[in-house]
């Protein structure tokens, strides 16, 4: 089995909506980074939790919206967490994929961004 095949076998299925009239950017956030944040979900409840940031203030001591303001915050401003958020997601490509994330970086940094803030709410505080 070849890095590629193992790549796309461990990863989870998702559904989604078929739109035949999407983005690349966007089947490329279903295809791929879905998944892939599926499949990391685990470990970046992990990396959350034991950030030296969250240790210090006592998290579940809070209330929903001052953890879903300490989520949002900390996912926007802590670089050293996006960055191993954004390793952890970009060492799960193929090199196809990997050529396209590096083309679009930006975009793919945002939305796996949001997608991983959303994910830290539900599991963190729903």
């Avoid at 909506?17 to 999407?22: A, L, M, R």
């Avoid at 050293?80 to 050529?99: C, G, N, P, R, W």
């Avoid at 997608?115 to 729903?126: A, K, T």
Wanted: net charge neutral.
């Amino acid at each position: 089995m070849t890095r590629e095949e193992a790549l796309l076998h461990i990863r989870p299925k998702v559904e989604t909506q078929i739109n035949y009239e999407i983005s690349p950017s966007e089947a490329f956030q279903n295809d791929t980074l879905r998944p892939i944040l599926k499949l990391q979900n685990d470990l970046f409840v992990h990396l959350f939790r034991t950030n030296k940031a969250i240790i210090k203030i006592d998290f579940e001591k809070k209330d929903v919206l001052g953890k879903k303001k300490i989520i949002t915050d900390l996912l926007k401003n802590d670089i050293k967490l996006k960055d191993q958020i954004e390793a952890s997601v970009f060492s799960l490509m193929t090199l196809i994929e990997l050529e396209f994330y590096f083309e679009n970086r930006s975009e793919m940094k945002r939305r796996i961004n949001t997608m991983v803030i959303e994910r830290l709410i539900d599991n963190l505080v729903g």
